[in-house]
């Protein structure tokens, strides 16, 4: 997970084909707004990540170096794939943040860790304040993204595994509730569409209990 990437005056979202893209979470937060959960569409919203993923306070998520065909090329493989999942979230109709899931036996995560059964994967990315600072704006976002993480009664733990030297993230993780685990190393991935260096991560933990008191 890192935070606050610059903005980009190009990603506003809008209607794709005539019609608005349908969310697959809507919940509205008191005194916050409405949080909606959109798949991403690599083609559509290309513009915006690539400009989140490129800036040097994204340096954590690992494609600082990457140019806008590289990223479309990752989301493109990331939207090919049944156990993994890109979503971008929206506040009202401003987007926030960018949300990752995916299945932690189908990942290289796996193979630094037991999986166990109900274990979901996610990577956050908290998107720029197009504005006035926002104080409690990512405390107030996590509950709701949760939320929809924990929507399927079959997931019964969040695992995150922010890079070891993201204290930010990791200290908003231990905020959130979640327990941290060990320092690991997460193997290099090269495969013809991705390549994923080796990263030194802190594992974290969240059970569905501590999700639902937080």
């Known amino acids: 997970m890192t935070t606050e990437p610059a903005p980009h005056a190009a990603a506003r979202p809008g209607p794709v084909g005539g019609a608005r893209r349908e969310a697959v979470h809507e919940q509205a937060v008191g005194g916050f707004g409405t949080v909606r959960v959109l798949p991403v569409r690599p083609a559509k919203d290309i ?11 994204a340096r954590f998520w690992g494609m600082a170096e990457a140019d806008r ?3 479309l090329e990752i989301y493109e493989h990331l939207d090919s794939l049944t ?23 189908a990942d290289r995560v796996s193979e630094v860790y037991d999986v166990e ?20 704006f990512t405390g107030a976002l996590l509950p709701a993204l949760m ?18 030297h993201n204290e930010k993230a990791i200290a908003r993780l231990r905020r959130t ?17 991705v390549h ?18 937080a």
């Open 47 to 57: 513009d915006l990540i690539h400009a989140w993923v490129t800036e040097d306070r």
């Open 69 to 71: 065909r590289r990223v």
């Open 83 to 105: 156990t993994h999942h890109a979503y971008l979230v929206h506040r009202d109709d401003e987007p926030v943040a960018l949300l990752q899931t995916y299945e932690p036996a």
């Open 117 to 136: 059964p109900g274990d979901i994967g996610v990577h956050l990315l908290i998107g720029p304040a197009t504005g006035a600072a926002r104080p409690g």
């Open 147 to 164: 939320a929809y993480v924990l929507a399927d009664p079959e997931r019964r733990r969040i695992v995150a595994e922010p890079d070891a």
């Open 177 to 193: 509730g979640f327990v941290l685990g060990p320092e690991v190393v997460l193997p290099e991935i090269v495969l013809p569409e």
């Open 196 to 213: 994923v260096p080796e990263k030194r991560a802190r594992l974290c933990f969240l059970n569905r209990g501590a999700a639902d008191s």
